[in-house]
């Protein structure tokens, strides 16, 4: 298929799926359903393509469409359907991770209802502060961005204009790096 009318398909499936959108707001129950039967193959690879756990799956792509339901009235008919849901369902992968970690930290970490003081917290800044001065300035933007402000990839992407898949890389990398220091730091005290 040449790229025009690879464009003229995509073009003409946006289309159907905003027509899809303003029936379901008017409260067509059956476009919602056709909207479901488009997208949930491609929601559920998508979930396995993040390495949502199989038995998960199903429910993160009934919690998204639920979601998408709810938040209809502020889907932007000039973006792509299809974009915006799996906006939403990687959203709700990620805050679902999140959940996770806490829930797991805090059954290994008993402790982990300590409320750190104002010194300690001082030091843990100063130690990440003093990590954080070694990076150049574009990298200590992607761990601040991604470890303090908790931005997802695609969206730090968007702010630098950089490939998702790159800022991965580049900050697991890192990542490993800083990782690196702080044990080699621990070890020399």
């Known amino acids: 298929m040449s790229v025009v009318n690879r464009d003229a398909v ?39 393509y993040l390495r949502a756990p199989e038995a998960s799956i199903e429910d993160l792509a009934q919690a998204t469409f639920e979601k998408v ?38 059954v290994r970490d008993p402790g982990a209802g300590h409320v750190a003081t104002p010194e300690e917290e001082i030091v843990v800044r100063h130690s990440a502060g003093a990590l954080l001065q070694a990076l150049t300035p574009a990298e200590r933007f992607l761990v601040e961005a991604r470890v303090f402000q908790a931005l997802p990839f695609a969206e730090i992407a968007e702010m630098t204009g950089e490939v998702e898949a790159t800022l991965r890389s580049r900050f697991f990398r890192l990542m490993g790096r800083l990782r690196l220091a702080v044990e080699k730091d621990t070890v020399c005290d």
């Open 10 to 48: 995509n073009n003409l499936r946006n289309a159907e799926d905003i027509a899809l959108v303003r029936r379901v707001r008017a409260g067509d129950s059956a476009a919602m359903s056709r909207l479901i039967d488009r997208y949930l193959p491609q929601l559920l690879a998508f979930f396995r």
């Open 69 to 106: 339901l709810l938040r209809l009235d502020s889907f932007e008919e000039d973006r792509k359907f299809s974009a915006w849901l799996m906006t939403v369902g990687r959203n709700l992968y990620f805050d679902e991770c999140r959940r996770e970690n806490r829930r797991r930290e805090m």
